[in-house]
């Protein structure tokens, strides 16, 4: 018999659209409240969603939306730099 890994459970706190990753906001935004979703696969394993409570959030202040601005365009660039280099190194 193959040992299964232990079971993990996570709470996860109010997050906004477009704080986690496509496939899990999808699945917890279309559950109701007290809904148990089927299996969503994203790229960190599979996953069973149970939406607790859902509730508004304030919106972002404007240094928070600029800090994100500014998060998300170095992500940017870092991958524009890696792909150059990776097609340097293929030539």
Request: hydrophobic fraction near 35%.
């Amino acid at each position: 018999m193959i040992p299964r890994p232990p079971r993990r459970a996570a709470k996860i706190g109010p997050f906004r659209k477009g704080d986690l990753v496509p496939e899990f906001e999808q699945a917890v935004f279309n559950l109701k409240t007290n809904q148990i979703s089927g299996v969503v696969e994203t790229q960190f394993g599979f996953h069973v969603i149970q939406k607790i409570s859902e509730k508004a959030l304030a919106p972002k202040s404007l240094d928070q939306a600029k800090a994100d601005i500014k998060k998300i365009l170095e992500k940017d660039q870092v991958r524009r730099v890696d792909g150059e280099c990776e097609k340097e190194v293929q030539r």
